[in-house]
Every structure is written in structure tokens, then in C-alpha cells.
């Protein structure tokens, strides 16, 4: 043998000994969960890649949600989708309208053959991502909802009984009014002001936010939110904002940083928004469910969920899509849940998990983290269901925008709601246009 | 009688190997994207691309039709004259001041052209950090001094904000110009006009800066077509458009209808309307303006 020969198999066999057959098929998995929720992502992972030889899911934060639905977008344009994507819920008339871009969990779990109940999921949280038809679409992951939390050291220093937080809107403005008196340069603020002064408040208080049971029932529903209820909302919201009892902090989740460090003494925000404040707070927190007005007929009936969904890509090797069930099945498993609940305050997806929460003294322990819970596990109506609107986040944005001139002083409440009600709706126009089918 | 030289160039093929590079690099960065965006500005598309459906000329007419999308060209127009004038003027100021300066005269100059390696996104964080008001250093200042400062809320602080930012990011750019510019007047003209009796304002508006007008000009279609696209970074960072829509530049309103909204088909419509008028801007200044500057 000559020399080129023996260099030549020498090769041949090295590359015969280094059999990658072996080798987990690696899950992408492209999230919006930063900070402390994004270690707990990456701790999912972990536990499902340790709990098994299969499958690897491999977590990679792609920014805010807007980003990660852009990314998602780009990428399977350029076909180079990933196997699971976090979308937020606003995004899910465009997921749900996108056919051919996604394949429904329902089916990838049927496929499976791993056991799958959709019945075993909370209704409330479940049904927004459910079809029509009674599909399941997307898994739900990360489920929040809008409570209230309050500073209870600035509540002492005011003269305000720590542990009775307030429950109607009424009461808010008292206690802003004493906070201010105290010195309080922010006694009330706002995160997601959309949705949690008209999309939630809405719910809560069973007053519908757009026709046909908020949309759920097809892409001609138009907008409904410049009714009585919310007009009056606002407009006390305005007297507050005159006043300085209620601070505007900025649009989507701005407002969140204010309230660990202790600028703003009250805010409405996500459930989600407990762990940064568990993790951050220097000073003594509670945690109460969202005011209402007390009265109107009906309230407090339930509030609307928040927070994203797992989708599934379409286009992928069908070992990729086993893979997934897997996983799904795995994050749906009473005990992940329930842990997942205890550390982020997300809502626990299944009844299974929330029982074993509950039988495990959590919530006595834990005083106020039932609360999300609580105003959401209730029987829903047609008008509280939830909230599923194309172009979400366009009226999202434009909400924001006209709400912006009410705060700056530049226009009335009923216009501005009246406004934005009218700009959402050429999007609700222009969606149902565009999706005909 | 003298004979012209000419040069010849004598190979056939070199002279197009030697332009493709950057030609190849105009073409894809340029004009293929420029021909994506007409394409897909007479497109209805849903997001994923799935489906695609041509509406001709609809998707203008329906920018045409939104009340914000024309309110944006006021506030563009106003954002850019305040960039382009304000920069000029305060880089002129400070190219002037460097000139004349003896001692540190190497100091002061990289300091005045540091900010411009710096990102317009990290530019646009840096100005919310100081402004910001609740945590800005700045504003608690303004507060303390008297001064009601609220960028989230009062358009014309916002404006304020993106239009500082935008300037302070720039003047580097046209300081270096400027001072080129003036180390390329003859000392003797100055002296002349000295000698003559001249103060040095009469000194600088009757010959330093008519002399300084090729520069001037340049910097002025370069400034202009900057406000116009390159302060992107800034203002999503500073003010993300708001409050309101009151500081939604074109390409701002560009982004957000293309990436957030995932209207791709008016977001190119806006994208070919941008381009026709910064095109169209050039146009004006090179025939126009053009015929004042001395060269």
C-alpha cells in the first residue's frame, strides 16, 4: 500500500468510528421570557433533556414578544423556522388565521400517541387557544392575569391599615389621596394599560369589549369598549391623573420597574410581574385582586388571561414533532406545573396542578398568591371570555395612543375612547379583509 | 500648437472588473431591496407570506387616507430642519472655536469626534437615561431648577429629546468636515481682510463662509438624508414614536407598520413614498442649491 492510500482509509475509518446516530434530536425553542423568567426556561429545558435521552430542547431568548414574533415570522419565510415559538396572546388571531405556517398542538399530540385530555385544562385559560371547533391550537405556557399589588410599608407610613388592601375603585382613589399626603410622589400607576383598565376591567365588571363575544366569534366583530362603563373609568382615571393620584409611567410593561423599587406605592399589572418583585422588593408587598366598581350588576365576574402560548411550526421532520408532544406532555405533568406556578406566579394550566398546590398548603403559606388564580378559575361568560382580535396589537398601540392624550391633558375621555374605537375598528375591517377564508 | 494629453485606458475587460465589486455591492444592498419593497408595496400579504394577493395601487391609497400617516410628514419635516439646521450651525460654532484654539487644540478635537462611534441605538439609550422623567439626571435638574419636564407626555419634550440626540450624535460627522474646510482657506485672504480693517465677524461672513460653502452644502444634503433615516435607532430607543404618534418619523412609522403591525404591503408602500422623496430632495438640492455654492 503506498502512502496516499494509507492516509486515505486512515480517514475513511475515522470517519466510520465517529457514528453521530447516537445523538439527541435537538427542539428549538424560541421564547420572550427574559430575567428571572428566563432562567426558569432554561431550568424547563434542563429538567425535560435530564428526564430523557430522545429529545433535546434547546431555549433561545429572542427579545420582547413583538421581536420573538418577528424573528418567527422572518424565519419561517426564509425556511428556517423553529420546532416551538412563544407568541404572545395577542398574536393569536395571526397565528390562528396563518394555516399553512402552523400545526395545531391538538394534532401533534393526537400524532403522538402520548395521552393527551384537553378537558384536564383550566377552560378559562384553555379556551383562548382553542378553535372553534374545539381544537386545541397552542399550548398555553405562561398564563397571567391583571391583579393589583400594593406597598404596605408606604400604606403604614400613610395611615392606611396595611392589611386591608383596597377593593373598589373608590377606595383606590382614597388611598392614592392619603399616599399623596404622606409625601408619595406616585401613588397609583398602571402596567399594559389596555389591558388592564379596558380589556380586564371590561371582563371583570361583564361588560363586552368587542361584538361577538369579544371576537371569539368570528372576524367581523367590531369594537365596543367607548360604552358607559369604560367611559366613566377613564374619565376617573383623568380626575386622578389631574390631581396626581394616578401617575402615567409609559406604555406596555414600563411601569412594572416602578413598583419593586418602590417609586409607585400601587399598580395593576401582570401576575407575572410577582417574581420580579419577590426577587427586588426592599420593602413589605401584597398582593389583592383588581378593583372593581361595586356597583355595577355582575361584578366582579372573572378577568382575561395574559401572558403567551407554545406554537408549533409547521414544516418539520416528523421526529422533531414527537419531540414536542414529548415535551408538551412533560411541562403538563402536575408537578412541573404546580412548581412553575409556585415560582413565577403564572396560573397553573391544568385543575391537576392547581389541586396539588392547593393540597400542598401553598397557598396558606403564601397568603394573596391564589388571587390570580382565584379570579380566574370561575364560569365565564360569553361577554368575559376572553378577548381574540386581529391586528390586536395595532389597537393595542392605538389605545395607547389616544389614552396619551387623555393623561396629557389634550383630550376627554369619551373622544379619545370614541377615537380609538374608531381607528380599531378599520383594523378589525382590514383583518377581516385579508383573511376571507 | 500644444498637444493634449490624453490617457487611454487600453484594456477592455479591466475597467469592469475592477467597478464590479461595488457594483455588486449597490446592487444587492440597494437596488434589490428597493425592487422587493415596490414589489411588495402593490402586495397584500399576511404575515407569514403564505398568501399573496396584488391590490395594485391600494395600499397607497390607504396610507394616503390615514390622518397619522400624513401628520408624520409634519413632524418629519419639522424633526429633520431642526436636525440639519441645529447640527450645522452648532458644528460650524465649535469647528470655528477649534480652529482658532493654541493649547489642547488635539484634545479637544478627538473629544468632539468620539460621539460618533457610537451606535444611534446606544446614543438614543444614553439621552433616555439622562432625560427620562422619572430617573433621568437631567430631569430631576430640571425639576429641582422649576422646570416641568415630561417626555412621556408633552410632545414637544419628546420632540426635544430625539432632536438633542439626533444633533449630538452628528456633530462629529459634520465638525471633522467643517474644520477641513477651514484649514483649506489661505491664511493670506484672512490676513488680507485683516490688514484691511475687517472685524472677524465681518471677516467670517464675507470670506470664510462662502468659501465653506461647497462643505456646507454637502453636509446639508448629507444631514438631511440622516434625519430622515439613520435616526431610527434614536428615536425607537429615546421615545419609541410617542407620545402618541407625536414623534413617528416616516421611517419610524415604516418599522412599526412592517415589524410590529406586520403590515408589510403598507409598509412598503410607505417605504417606495420615502425613498421618491428623499430622491426627489437631492434632486432639488443639487440643481438648486448647487448653483450658490462658489467653488
Given at each position: 500500500?503506498?502512502?496516499?492510500?494509507?492516509?486515505?482509509?486512515?480517514?475513511?475509518?475515522?470517519?466510520?468510528?465517529?457514528?453521530?446516530?447516537?445523538?439527541?434530536?435537538?427542539?428549538?425553542?424560541?421564547?420572550?421570557?427574559?430575567?428571572?423568567?428566563?432562567?426558569?426556561?432554561?431550568?424547563?429545558?434542563k429538567?425535560?433533556?435530564?428526564?430523557?435521552?430522545?429529545?433535546?430542547v434547546?431555549?433561545?431568548?429572542?427579545?420582547?414578544?413583538?421581536?420573538?414574533?418577528?424573528?418567527?415570522?422572518?424565519a419561517?419565510?426564509?425556511?428556517?423556522?423553529?420546532?416551538?415559538?412563544?407568541?404572545?396572546?395577542?398574536?393569536?388571531?395571526?397565528?390562528m388565521?396563518?394555516?399553512?405556517?402552523?400545526?395545531?398542538?391538538?394534532?401533534?399530540?393526537?400524532?403522538?400517541?402520548?395521552?393527551?385530555?384537553?378537558?384536564?385544562?383550566?377552560?378559562?385559560?384553555?379556551?383562548?387557544?382553542?378553535?372553534?371547533?374545539?381544537?386545541?391550537?397552542?399550548?398555553?405556557?405562561?398564563?397571567?392575569?391583571t391583579?393589583?399589588?400594593?406597598?404596605?410599608?408606604?400604606?403604614?407610613?400613610?395611615?392606611?391599615?396595611?392589611?386591608?388592601?383596597?377593593?373598589?375603585?373608590a377606595?383606590?382613589?382614597?388611598?392614592?389621596?392619603?399616599?399623596?399626603?404622606?409625601?408619595?410622589?406616585?401613588?397609583?400607576?398602571?402596567?399594559?394599560?389596555?389591558?388592564?383598565?379596558?380589556?380586564?376591567?371590561?371582563?371583570?365588571?361583564?361588560?363586552?369589549?368587542?361584538?361577538?363575544?369579544?371576537?371569539?366569534?368570528?372576524?367581523?366583530?367590531?369594537?365596543?369598549?367607548?360604552?358607559?362603563?369604560?367611559?366613566?373609568?377613564?374619565?376617573?382615571?383623568?380626575?386622578?391623573?389631574?390631581?396626581?393620584?394616578?401617575?402615567?409611567?409609559?406604555?406596555?410593561?414600563?411601569?412594572?420597574?416602578?413598583?419593586?423599587?418602590?417609586?409607585?406605592?400601587?399598580?395593576?399589572?401582570?401576575?407575572?410581574?410577582?417574581?420580579?418583585?419577590?426577587?427586588?422588593?426592599?420593602?413589605?408587598?401584597?398582593?389583592?385582586?383588581?378593583?372593581?366598581?361595586?356597583?355595577?350588576?355582575?361584578?366582579?365576574?372573572?378577568?382575561?388571561?395574559?401572558?403567551?402560548?407554545?406554537?408549533?411550526?409547521?414544516?418539520?421532520?416528523?421526529?422533531?414533532?414527537?419531540?414536542?408532544?414529548?415535551?408538551?406532555?412533560?411541562?403538563?405533568?402536575?408537578?412541573?406545573?404546580?412548581a412553575?406556578?409556585?415560582?413565577?406566579?403564572?396560573?397553573?394550566?391544568?385543575?391537576?396542578?392547581?389541586?396539588?398546590?392547593?393540597?400542598?398548603?401553598?397557598?396558606?403559606?403564601?397568603?394573596?398568591?391564589?388571587?390570580?388564580?382565584?379570579?380566574?378559575?370561575?364560569k365565564?361568560?360569553?361577554?368575559?371570555?376572553?378577548?381574540?382580535?386581529?391586528?390586536?396589537?395595532?389597537?393595542?398601540?392605538?389605545?395607547d395612543?389616544?389614552?396619551?392624550?387623555v393623561?396629557?391633558?389634550?383630550?376627554?375621555?369619551?373622544?379619545?375612547?370614541?377615537?380609538?374605537?374608531?381607528?380599531?375598528?378599520?383594523?378589525?375591517?382590514r383583518?377581516?379583509?385579508?383573511?376571507?377564508? | 500648437?500644444?498637444?493634449?494629453?490624453?490617457?487611454?485606458?487600453?484594456?477592455?475587460?479591466?475597467?469592469w472588473?475592477?467597478?464590479?465589486?461595488?457594483?455588486?455591492?449597490?446592487?444587492?444592498?440597494?437596488?434589490?431591496?428597493?425592487?422587493?419593497?415596490?414589489?411588495?408595496?402593490?402586495?397584500?400579504?399576511?404575515?407569514?407570506?403564505?398568501?399573496?394577493?396584488?391590490?395594485?395601487?391600494a395600499?397607497?391609497?390607504?396610507?394616503?387616507?390615514?390622518?397619522?400617516?400624513?401628520?408624520?410628514?409634519?413632524?418629519?419635516?419639522?424633526?429633520?430642519?431642526?436636525?440639519?439646521?441645529?447640527?450645522?450651525?452648532?458644528?460650524?460654532?465649535?469647528?470655528?472655536?477649534?480652529?482658532r484654539?493654541?493649547?489642547?487644540?488635539?484634545?479637544?478635537?478627538?473629544l468632539?469626534?468620539?460621539?460618533?462611534?457610537?451606535?444611534?441605538?446606544?446614543?438614543?439609550?444614553?439621552?433616555?437615561?439622562?432625560?427620562?422623567?422619572?430617573?433621568?439626571?437631567?430631569?430631576?435638574?430640571?425639576?429641582?431648577?422649576?422646570?416641568?419636564?415630561?417626555?412621556?407626555?408633552?410632545?414637544?419634550?419628546?420632540?426635544?429629546?430625539?432632536?438633542?440626540?439626533?444633533?449630538?450624535?452628528?456633530?462629529?460627522?459634520?465638525?471633522?468636515?467643517?474644520?477641513?474646510?477651514?484649514?483649506?482657506?489661505?491664511?493670506?485672504?484672512?490676513?488680507?481682510?485683516?490688514?484691511?480693517?475687517?472685524?472677524?465677524?465681518?471677516?467670517?461672513?464675507?470670506?470664510?463662509?462662502?468659501?465653506?460653502?461647497?462643505?456646507?452644502?454637502?453636509?446639508?444634503?448629507?444631514?438631511?438624508?440622516?434625519?430622515?433615516?439613520?435616526?431610527?435607532?434614536?428615536?425607537?430607543?429615546?421615545?419609541?414614536?410617542?407620545?402618541?404618534?407625536?414623534?413617528?418619523?416616516?421611517?419610524y412609522k415604516?418599522?412599526?407598520?412592517?415589524?410590529?403591525?406586520?403590515?408589510?404591503?403598507?409598509?412598503?408602500?410607505?417605504?417606495?413614498?420615502?425613498m421618491?422623496?428623499?430622491?426627489?430632495?437631492?434632486?432639488?438640492?443639487?440643481?438648486?442649491?448647487?448653483?450658490?455654492?462658489?467653488?
Amino acid at each position: 500500500m503506498n502512502r496516499t492510500s494509507i492516509v486515505l482509509s486512515s480517514i475513511a475509518l475515522a470517519f466510520g468510528l465517529a457514528d453521530p446516530a447516537s445523538a439527541a434530536t435537538e427542539i428549538q425553542w424560541w421564547h420572550a421570557m427574559g430575567g428571572p423568567l428566563g432562567e426558569w426556561v432554561n431550568d424547563l429545558a434542563k429538567g425535560f433533556n435530564d428526564s430523557q435521552k430522545d429529545y433535546k430542547v434547546v431555549a433561545t431568548f429572542k427579545g420582547s414578544y413583538p421581536e420573538t414574533l418577528t424573528a418567527g415570522i422572518a424565519a419561517f419565510r426564509a425556511g428556517n423556522a423553529p420546532d416551538i415559538l412563544q407568541v404572545f396572546e395577542v398574536g393569536t388571531a395571526t397565528m390562528m388565521s396563518s394555516k399553512g405556517a402552523i400545526v395545531p398542538v391538538g394534532k401533534v399530540m393526537k400524532d403522538s400517541g402520548l395521552p393527551f385530555d384537553p378537558t384536564s385544562y383550566v377552560s378559562a385559560v384553555a379556551g383562548y387557544y382553542t378553535a372553534p371547533n374545539g381544537q386545541m391550537l397552542s399550548m398555553p405556557f405562561n398564563s397571567s392575569t391583571t391583579i393589583f399589588y400594593y406597598n404596605k410599608d408606604a400604606f403604614k407610613a400613610a395611615g392606611l391599615d396595611p392589611a386591608k388592601p383596597p377593593a373598589t375603585w373608590a377606595e383606590v382613589a382614597l388611598a392614592a389621596a392619603k399616599l399623596k399626603a404622606s409625601g408619595q410622589a406616585c401613588p397609583f400607576t398602571t402596567s399594559w394599560i389596555s389591558w388592564t383598565q379596558l380589556e380586564s376591567f371590561s371582563a371583570w365588571h361583564n361588560v363586552e369589549f368587542a361584538t361577538k363575544g369579544n371576537g371569539m366569534g368570528g372576524t367581523d366583530t367590531r369594537l365596543k369598549f367607548n360604552g358607559p362603563l369604560q367611559v366613566r373609568h377613564i374619565q376617573d382615571l383623568e380626575n386622578m391623573a389631574k390631581q396626581g393620584l394616578f401617575v402615567y409611567k409609559g406604555r406596555d410593561n414600563k411601569a412594572d420597574a416602578t413598583f419593586p423599587s418602590g417609586e409607585c406605592a400601587m399598580i395593576t399589572a401582570s401576575a407575572g410581574l410577582l417574581g420580579a418583585i419577590k426577587k427586588n422588593a426592599k420593602f413589605d408587598y401584597g398582593v389583592a385582586p383588581l378593583p372593581y366598581y361595586q356597583d355595577v350588576p355582575g361584578a366582579p365576574q372573572n378577568t382575561v388571561i395574559g401572558g403567551a402560548s407554545l406554537w408549533v411550526m409547521s414544516g418539520k421532520p416528523a421526529d422533531h414533532y414527537k419531540g414536542v408532544a414529548s415535551f408538551f406532555n412533560y411541562l403538563s405533568s402536575p408537578e412541573v406545573q404546580s412548581a412553575s406556578h409556585k415560582r413565577t406566579g403564572y396560573l397553573p394550566i391544568t385543575t391537576a396542578a392547581f389541586k396539588l398546590t392547593d393540597t400542598s398548603g401553598f397557598y396558606k403559606q403564601n397568603p394573596g398568591s391564589d388571587v390570580a388564580v382565584n379570579q380566574m378559575i370561575r364560569k365565564t361568560t360569553d361577554k368575559s371570555r376572553g378577548i381574540r382580535l386581529g391586528n390586536f396589537l395595532q389597537i393595542r398601540t392605538i389605545i395607547d395612543e389616544e389614552l396619551e392624550q387623555v393623561w396629557a391633558g389634550k383630550a376627554e375621555a369619551k373622544a379619545a375612547l370614541d377615537k380609538a374605537v374608531q381607528r380599531g375598528n378599520e383594523q378589525l375591517e382590514r383583518f377581516q379583509a385579508a383573511n376571507k377564508s | 500648437m500644444a498637444v493634449e494629453k490624453r490617457v487611454v485606458f487600453r484594456s477592455a475587460w479591466l475597467p469592469w472588473a475592477l467597478v464590479a465589486p461595488q457594483a455588486l455591492v449597490i446592487g444587492i444592498f440597494f437596488f434589490w431591496p428597493a425592487a422587493q419593497a415596490i414589489l411588495q408595496s402593490v402586495q397584500q400579504q399576511d404575515a407569514f407570506g403564505i398568501s399573496t394577493e396584488w391590490v395594485g395601487f391600494a395600499n397607497f391609497e390607504r396610507i394616503f387616507s390615514d390622518p397619522s400617516y400624513i401628520a408624520s410628514f409634519k413632524t418629519t419635516a419639522i424633526f429633520s430642519l431642526l436636525v440639519a439646521v441645529g447640527g450645522i450651525v452648532l458644528s460650524l460654532l465649535l469647528a470655528v472655536f477649534a480652529d482658532r484654539v493654541v493649547r489642547g487644540a488635539l484634545a479637544y478635537k478627538t473629544l468632539l469626534i468620539w460621539p460618533y462611534a457610537v451606535a444611534p441605538a446606544v446614543a438614543g439609550v444614553l439621552w433616555l437615561f439622562m432625560f427620562a422623567p422619572s430617573i433621568g439626571v437631567v430631569s430631576y435638574g430640571l425639576r429641582k431648577m422649576g422646570i416641568s419636564w415630561n417626555s412621556l407626555l408633552n410632545a414637544n419634550d419628546a420632540m426635544t429629546l430625539i432632536v438633542l440626540a439626533a444633533i449630538w450624535k452628528q456633530i462629529s460627522y459634520n465638525f471633522l468636515f467643517f474644520l477641513a474646510g477651514l484649514n483649506s482657506i489661505p491664511k493670506s485672504l484672512i490676513e488680507a481682510a485683516a490688514i484691511d480693517g475687517a472685524r472677524p465677524w465681518r471677516r467670517f461672513w464675507t470670506i470664510v463662509f462662502p468659501l465653506l460653502s461647497p462643505t456646507t452644502f454637502f453636509l446639508l444634503v448629507i444631514n438631511i438624508v440622516y434625519a430622515f433615516f439613520d435616526t431610527f435607532g434614536i428615536i425607537d430607543a429615546a421615545t419609541e414614536g410617542g407620545p402618541g404618534k407625536d414623534t413617528a418619523v416616516l421611517v419610524y412609522k415604516v418599522y412599526y407598520d412592517g415589524f410590529k403591525a406586520l403590515d408589510l404591503g403598507g409598509s412598503a408602500a410607505q417605504s417606495v413614498v420615502l425613498m421618491a422623496i428623499v430622491v426627489t430632495l437631492t434632486v432639488i438640492q443639487f440643481r438648486f442649491v448647487e448653483k450658490k455654492v462658489n467653488y
